[in-house]
């Protein structure tokens, strides 16, 4: 076998496909792995650059192949699409994956370590809770509602709606449908128990965290979006500016230009949905309680005033994000801007 110097390896489950040239590009290997000999097969290799999809299971293999000496780099995988040829099936994937980490322009993402990824699991564990929570709440109105009983939104209200549930002597609720409600209010106070779990140990860790409180300080960023935020981006450094950071957010218009005429549209939506929702609920409330706030910038007011509403809060998550990542690679705290009285 010829001296491999780069590798494309398509993950899976069970089944893994290997693609490597040597140093001129020609063809070296053409190989279908099992998932027991993927570590035989490169630990019997000369180290090498390896090529992978940031897919599931992707930082793992990275790690693993890794610790064998071979340079891994992870790319997303809507980069390495563009260099698939014709058709879609194992062998063309880890050809093109091979391709694609070659070329010099390629952007790759860091690889995390088994302590980054649990950290990660934290929020979306978290993420996953709130929404089984939502679903069980709206389950429990609409029921109620189907009986004629209907309550405003808010916390305090589903508390009322629960002892309804709850109330023996209420003839609005025959027993079939309150034995089965009843089932959905214990769901509803366990997901409950869970969430504030989890949401004492995130505030925990963030206020343990020098990076952490610095990042809270920031209006509409809180514990729980502060430890997204480290958990989550591991390696701010490796954007280039806050516009980039912002811009992988999804935050950032989408371009649709030609001819040297620009149009921007509505915001991409890419890069972490998660982070990109918190930071947009943050901004949003900073708006619905701005009058209240007195450190508000003038450029902050006169946006409110001629734009929507979740317009300006996107924008402002935008302006979030930047400072964000201002702060997370070159330290420093939070400042607030001139206050729009001021400037009048």
């Not at 990109?276 to 005033?305: C, D, P, Q, Y």
Request: proline share 4%; net charge positive; glycine share 10%.
């Amino acid at each position: 076998m010829d001296k491999i110097s780069t590798i494309g390896l398509d993950l899976a489950k069970h089944v893994f496909q290997a693609h490597g040239v040597d140093e001129c590009g020609v063809v070296a290997v053409r190989k279908r792995l099992r998932r027991g000999e993927v570590m035989e097969f490169f630990g019997g290799l000369a180290p090498c650059v390896v090529g992978i999809e940031a897919c599931g299971s992707a930082h793992y293999w990275a790690r693993e192949i890794a610790a064998l000496g071979h340079r891994v780099k992870l790319m997303p995988p809507a980069y390495v699409k563009p260099y698939v040829k014709r058709g879609k099936n194992d062998a063309a994937d880890a050809e093109a994956i091979c391709e694609a980490v070659m070329r010099p322009t390629m952007r790759f993402v860091p690889v995390k370590s088994a302590q980054q990824q649990a950290s990660g699991m934290v929020y979306k564990v978290r993420e996953l809770l709130v929404r089984q929570r939502t679903q069980t709440v709206n389950a429990l109105r609409s029921h109620l509602a189907e009986m004629g009983i209907v309550a405003a939104q808010g916390g305090g209200k589903l508390v009322g709606l629960i002892a309804v549930v709850r109330e023996a002597g209420d003839a609005r609720l025959p027993e079939a449908a309150r034995l089965a409600l009843e089932d959905l209010a214990g769901q509803i106070e366990a997901l409950d128990a869970r969430l504030a779990r989890l949401d004492d140990e995130i505030v925990a860790q963030v206020r343990a965290s020098e990076a952490g409180r610095r990042l809270t300080g920031i209006p509409g960023v809180g514990p729980i979006t502060a430890g997204a935020l480290l958990a989550m981006v591991p390696d701010p450094a490796g954007f280039r500016s806050a516009r980039h950071f912002a811009t992988w957010l999804g935050l950032a218009p989408r371009q649709n230009s030609s001819g040297g005429k620009q149009r921007l549209g509505r915001i991409s939506k890419q890069g972490n949905r998660y982070l990109r929702t918190l930071l947009i609920l943050g901004a949003a409330n900073v708006l619905r309680f701005m009058r209240k706030n007195m450190a508000i910038s003038a450029w902050l007011a006169a946006l409110r005033e001629r734009r929507p509403f979740k317009v300006a809060a996107v924008a402002l998550a935008h302006k979030m994000a930047r400072i964000v990542w201002a702060l997370m690679v070159k330290g420093g705290v939070y400042r607030a801007t001139v206050p729009a009285a001021a400037t009048s």
